[in-house]
């Protein structure tokens, strides 16, 4: 299948910083790009869906303010997390899909630990 | 609107048993279907998917899951598990909304093995 590059695995950043996580499709375009949030021992919550050019679609309640994204190229896509605060602690995952790839699946990162202390 | 219910949070066979794993869900349309399993601090593994045709679809690492419309699910099996079988799994719903598909994800069912 598809390959999802997710780059930091973990990290921990001091509280009123920014981060930055990058999600790379190694072989293949991906038009499109999800970020997930998923607190410790739930499931995974969809935060926003990102088009390559375009603006992308939070979901309700998610501050695109604060989880900026950034979907400049067919296989980057970059979440920042602005002024991070230790309630923004979680994990969190990308996937991205592309129009060559099978209907409605998506191949997803390996996550992004974040810490924020 | 769409959903997807896992109803049973933990739960706890011993080694070589069988195991059934249950997704119920609730879509507009006719779903594509996934079960993934994620170990600890770690991301997801695709473990099979049902788009369409056949209702019972294999998977990796010996899993199985039957589509079944009447009853709006798509329970996971494996007839032998390992003790390397346990992790969280998650049953997902997706479908295709103009040029991006969006993966609805259940609460998760997280697998104990009893040596």
């Known amino acids: 299948g598809a390959v999802v590059s997710q780059h930091p695995s973990r990290v921990i950043c001091k509280s009123g910083t920014s981060v930055k996580i990058e999600c790379r499709s190694l072989?293949?375009?991906?038009?499109?790009m999800f970020w997930y949030r998923q607190f410790p021992k739930q499931s995974l919550m969809l935060m926003a869906t990102s088009n390559e050019g375009s603006k992308a679609t939070y979901e309700q309640g998610v501050e695109k303010d604060k989880f900026l994204i950034n979907h400049a190229s067919l296989t980057l896509s970059t979440l920042t997390v602005t002024s991070a605060h230790p309630e923004d602690s979680s994990f969190y995952i990308c996937?991205?899909?592309?129009?060559?790839?099978?209907?409605?699946?998506?191949?997803f990162g390996q996550g992004t630990r974040l810490t924020v202390v | 609107a769409q959903s997807v219910t896992q109803p049973d949070i933990h739960i706890t066979v011993s080694e070589g048993a069988s195991l059934e794993l249950r997704c119920n869900y609730s879509y507009g349309a006719t779903p594509y279907l996934f079960w993934y399993v994620q170990s600890p601090g770690q991301g997801l593994q695709l473990l099979l998917k049902y788009f369409s045709g056949d209702t019972l679809v294999q998977g990796i690492k010996g899993f199985e899951a039957e589509f079944k419309r009447s009853q709006s699910s798509f329970n996971l099996r494996k007839p032998s598990v390992h003790w390397s079988d346990a992790a969280e799994y998650f049953c997902a719903v997706g479908g295709r909304a103009s040029s991006a598909s969006k993966i609805i994800f259940g609460s998760g069912t997280r697998l104990s093995i009893r040596p």
């Open positions: 072989d293949f375009q991906a038009t499109t």
């Open positions: 996937s991205a899909e592309g129009q060559s790839t099978f209907t409605a699946e998506a191949f």
